[in-house]
């Protein structure tokens, strides 16, 4: 995964003057020697100082600054002094988190007691009046052993804060037609520290011409052939897509600017295939599974949410449609009775061919169906088809509704190891309580048709990421004894 962040976490202690600080130094030392036991390197132990005051939080700011240090753990190894604690939140540039020392046992009591567990109380507070944005575990408090555990909670998220706000959008081409819900304000973008470069497909279509003949073809394609193996049924077309590829990556490197993460939301339709004469799903799927997203039919918030995804995952991730019902016949004959899952738990996921081939059953190059219908075939080879592989998922989007509100919401399912009987990158996915979700979270909120998928259950991390960009409202599969808010409490 060649666009996705390392995260180094410094660790800082804290301490109040009127309490004891090598309360703070022999506990930092625990957490830190806690985690490198349990989890190996990711974390820096600011040596420098215990942060008391203004200028030790100008000192220790200099140093995890200088260690290379991306992310900061403050550490409360006592009550702390809540100004200079959370000024050092606020000068640091990148993704924080809070958490506190509990006391070790009684006999720390009566002379060596910490009230830590106090102390995140007053760093919640000044955290809100300087209007700071940190992480803060569900139970924040804990030992040594419990503390090196938030920190590791900690790094998936800290991947995916520091890379949005380190990431440039390229986008080619308005939204296709009828694809309104593809398209949002991009104010939030920028409120959540994102750039966006709007291109026109026509900039695009130049620069494809351009690497015409380009002396790198060869390889992209030999490289295509050995990834496909008996799947290439499309071979003659396997040129036009390197090409492609080539012309998507010199543009990423010509235009990241002063971004370090890069994720392009591309157009495939409907003068695509007629221009460029393939359809680019293929190009699409392989470039995802390095780690760059490329999402479909212009969707900015789509190739954010997947780039979400994969900082999280640290794996690639897909884009796909909520597309349709699982028919009743393939249930009765393929589902009931051996997954825990009522029909309306179910759905299938889809897309033209976008999904990376590592995430695919047999996956084989084919042309794209639905655009055959009405143009010529060979105009739409391009797509990578196959079943998606069974296993855990997390469904989720982050999105900025028509009026500017960012808005997202997660759920945790699986893809069931079902034969589709379709075409596509496509899976038969089942969801907890997916009926309700369905009607009071993405329909009520008026979510796209598009979702990201993860591979793996990441929801922990995915809605801790959603909350720290500011996510006003993070929707959920709510189980069957909690009512959405616009639920009927009649409808039985």
Known sequence: ???????????????????????????????????????????????????ESEIHMQQALADIKAAGCNALCVYLGNFGPEISETMLAQNFDGPVMFCAAAEEDSAVLLNDRGDAYCGMLNASYNLKLRGVKAYIPEYPVGDAEECADMIHDFMPIARAVYGVKNLKIISFGPRPSNFFACNAPIQQLYNIGAEIEENSELDLFESFNKHEGDKRIPEVVADMAKELGSGNKKPEILNK?????????????????????????????????????????????????????????????????????????????????????????????????????????????????????????????????????????????????????????????LQSTSDNRLLAYVAQGEVLPVATRSFGSIGIFAVKEMGRFYRHVLIQNGFPHHAAVAFGHHGKAIYEVFKYLGAEEIGYNQPAGLPYRTENPFKN
Not at 16 to 43: H, M, T, W
Not at 259 to 280: D, L, M, R, S
Not at 314 to 332: F, H, K
């Open 241 to 397: 897509l390197a090409q492609y590829e080539l012309t998507l990556l010199d543009w990423v490197e010509a235009h990241r600017g002063s971004k370090k993460y890069v994720a392009i939301a591309g157009k495939c339709w409907p003068a695509f295939q007629t221009q460029f004469k393939f359809v680019p799903c293929y190009v699409n799927s392989r470039l995802t599974g390095r780690g760059i997203p490329v999402s479909c039919e212009v969707d900015i918030y789509g190739c954010l949410s997947e780039f979400i995804g994969s900082c999280v995952s640290q794996d690639c991730t897909t884009l796909l449609d909520i597309n349709n019902t699982v028919p009743r016949d393939i249930y009765e004959e393929d589902i009931k009775g051996r997954f825990p899952y009522g029909i309306t738990d179910t759905f299938m996921g889809f897309h033209c061919g976008n999904t990376c081939s590592s995430k695919l059953v047999k996956p084989e190059m084919r042309n794209q169906k639905i655009m055959a219908r009405s143009l010529p075939a060979e105009v739409t080879n391009g797509t990578i088809e196959g079943d998606i592989v069974g296993g855990d998922v997390t469904v989720y989007r």
């Open 1 to 51: 995964m060649i666009n996705i962040p390392q995260i180094k976490i410094g660790v800082v202690a804290v301490s109040r003057d009127c309490f004891p600080e090598s309360l703070s130094v022999n506990r930092r030392k625990a957490l830190i020697q806690a985690y490198r036991r349990k989890y190996g390197e990711g974390v820096y132990e600011c040596p420098v100082c215990i942060v």
